[in-house]
């Protein structure tokens, strides 16, 4: 079957829109029909198996991408519907009827059809890797072979929300301080390129011996009004050579060892690595994936090449027969702490509830760790923003004494 988008007046004459499954758009429109729906319009919405509508290149396909927050709540939502006792196919068939989300509207429609045709689960989340990462895939893979998929489903359920907590304490965190760096910066912006020219130009006509001090600020003032292009091209020829750079595998291991290295972001980013490689592998062992199959999974959402490196040599380390924690505690990367614990859940053959552990430790740390980074970066802001606007008056204000004691 494939699945159609469609836009079709009720009965009253409103104008309504959505997808509808079907063998084809004739036994589309006479189930519409049969709904009490007239169709106007017809239209394949094909998904492809990137998990992207086929037509998804567009600007408004960028902007409807699936994102955690919608797969955090279908999911949690599945794992209801199961837990109540209905079969899959019913469920997947509600999720498709109450999802506002369009992308995702149709991505579930497509699975239903695909499960109804007796393909597995798992094997048709795999085909939308953008939309459900291997992560997922493993998870629910599990959770069909231990016949208990709507634990599985409340696990993942459970996984995403609190990395969308997480995410969402953070930028909470920094809103404010990236907020007054942006307004600090166009207001120094505005005085230097507008307010301080006219100020300064009087002190020119008068063909006045000026201080050091002022002839600074006006040549930092020419410089701005006359070359802003310059530095805007730098910035962004600067912001893309980065990002390319960062692209590149020497690129992303120099740019990964240069936030680890510096202060405080540094300890913030290997907080952030740590827990989510705990709770990552917490989650997959209790689901059943197995060890070295949970850490091929794990190493590529640490967000960090050198954990993903240390990680990637502690799977090779334990198909030879050695230990998790040993290779991960040479590596220099994971706090003795997290390494030790990890060491004693495997040796008590209580190595989820250890990771779990560790990364609810690492978490509060990381929160912790945040409100320190803020209540640095907020003091300091005013701090050059009050030295910039010192500057500036400094430099009004000399030339204006100057000539006063000139007229006395």
Request: net charge positive; with cysteine; proline share 4%.
């Given at each position: 079957m494939a699945?159609?988008?469609?836009?079709?007046?009720?009965?009253n004459g409103r104008k309504l829109k959505g997808i509808v499954d079907a063998g084809s758009i004739v036994a589309a429109r006479q189930r519409l029909r049969e709904s009490g729906i007239f169709p106007v319009e017809f239209r394949e919405a094909a998904v492809s198996r990137k998990g992207d509508p086929l037509s998804g290149r567009s600007v408004a396909s960028f902007f409807s991408r699936t994102g955690p927050a919608e797969i955090s709540a279908m999911t949690r939502q599945l794992a209801t519907l199961l837990g109540a006792g209905l079969p899959?196919?019913?469920?997947?068939?509600?999720?498709?009827?109450?999802?506002?989300?369009?992308?995702?509207?149709?991505?579930?429609?497509?699975?239903?059809?695909?499960?109804?045709?007796?393909?597995?689960?798992?094997?048709?989340l795999s085909s939308f890797p953008r939309t459900f990462p291997p992560f997922y895939v493993n998870m629910v893979r599990a959770g069909e072979a231990s016949g208990m998929m709507e634990l599985?489903?409340?696990?993942?359920?459970?996984?995403?929300?609190?990395?969308?907590?997480?995410?969402?304490?953070?930028?909470?965190?920094?809103?404010?301080?990236?907020?007054?760096?942006?307004?600090?910066?166009?207001?120094?912006?505005?005085?230097?390129?507008?307010?301080?020219?006219?100020?300064?130009?009087?002190?020119?006509?008068?063909?006045?011996?000026?201080?050091?001090i002022t002839i600074a600020l006006i040549a930092a003032s020419r410089f701005f009004q006359?070359?802003?292009?310059?530095?805007?091209?730098?910035?962004?020829?600067?912001?893309?050579?980065?990002?390319?750079?960062?692209?590149?595998?020497?690129?992303?291991?120099?740019?990964?060892?240069?936030?680890?290295?510096?202060?405080?972001?540094?300890?913030?980013?290997?907080?952030?690595?740590?827990?989510?490689?705990?709770?990552?592998?917490?989650?997959?062992?209790?689901?059943?994936?197995?060890?070295?199959?949970?850490?091929?999974?794990v190493k590529n959402i640490v967000g960090n090449s050198l954990i993903r490196d240390a990680v990637e040599n502690a799977g090779k380390e334990i198909e030879e027969g050695q230990s998790l924690s040993s290779p991960l505690a040479r590596s220099g990367l994971f706090p003795p702490i997290a390494t030790e614990m990890i060491a004693v859940g495997e040796q008590s053959g209580n190595l989820e509830n250890m990771l779990y552990r560790i990364a609810d430790a690492h978490e509060k740390e990381v929160e912790a760790s945040v409100s320190v980074v803020t209540s640095i970066m907020e003091p300091a802001m005013i701090l050059i923003m009050g030295l910039v606007v010192g500057f500036i008056v400094v430099s009004v204000l000399l030339p204006i004494f100057e000539m006063n004691q000139l007229v006395r």
């Open positions: 699945v159609y988008e469609y836009t079709a007046l009720d009965t899959l196919v019913p469920s997947l068939n509600i999720l498709v009827a109450q999802t506002s989300h369009s992308q995702l509207k149709k991505i579930l429609a497509q699975i239903k059809e695909e499960v109804n045709e007796g393909n597995s689960l798992s094997g048709i599985v489903l409340e696990r993942l359920a459970d996984f995403f929300e609190r990395q969308q907590e997480l995410r969402r304490k953070i930028k909470t965190a920094l809103a404010y301080p990236m907020f007054m760096f942006a307004v600090g910066c166009l207001i120094m912006f505005f005085l230097v390129t507008f307010v301080v020219p006219n100020i300064t130009q009087v002190f020119e006509e008068m063909n006045q011996t000026l201080p050091l006359s070359f802003w292009w310059i530095l805007l091209a730098v910035t962004v020829s600067a912001a893309v050579f980065l990002n390319y750079a960062a692209g590149t595998p020497r690129g992303k291991q120099r740019w990964d060892r240069f936030k680890l290295g510096l202060p405080l972001i540094g300890a913030l980013t290997g907080k952030m690595a740590v827990a989510r490689f705990s709770r990552t592998l917490a989650t997959l062992l209790e689901s059943g994936v197995p060890l070295l199959n949970s850490l091929d999974i």
